[in-house]
Nanobody
Framework: QVQLVESGGGLVQAGGSLRLSCAAS????????MSWYRQAPGKQRELVAV???????TYADSVKARFTISRDNSKNTVYLQMNSLKPEDTAVYSC???????????????WGQGTQVTVSS
């Protein structure tokens, strides 16, 4: 059974920083891309950042130069460092991993449960 567990959300003032973590656990053979999504109330879920297994990164225009995605392959963990936070960054942030479990020869997408980030003005 593969699980993704996020941590690090919370309440922060505008201009502040938060660091999110997402650890994948269970019987995992290989992890490909890992990513962060967010969904604000009344809005569609949007991709925030992606990091491939080789370390290549892609960001949404709205977070470029403020957010940094990274990963520790030895810990099956992806991070999202969020700086210069704005009220419009308020959302539930969820991690996603494209991985191959040990029990299956195919890659699948797995989701974490989400963590709330609230930025006050």
């Amino acid at each position: 059974q593969v699980q993704l567990v996020e941590s690090g959300g919370g309440l922060v003032q505008a201009g502040g920083s938060l660091r999110l973590s997402c650890a994948a656990s269970g019987s995992i053979f290989r992890i490909n891309a890992m990513s962060w999504y967010r969904q604000a109330p009344g809005k569609q879920r949007e991709l925030v950042a992606v990091i491939t297994s080789s370390g290549s990164t892609t960001y949404a225009d709205s977070v470029k130069a403020r957010f940094t995605i990274s990963r520790d392959n030895s810990k099956n963990t992806v991070y999202l460092q969020m700086n210069s936070l704005k009220p419009e960054d308020t959302a539930v942030y969820s991690c996603n991993s494209f991985l191959m479990p040990s029990s299956d020869p195919y890659y699948h997408y797995y989701w974490g449960q989400g963590t709330q980030v609230t930025v006050s003005s």
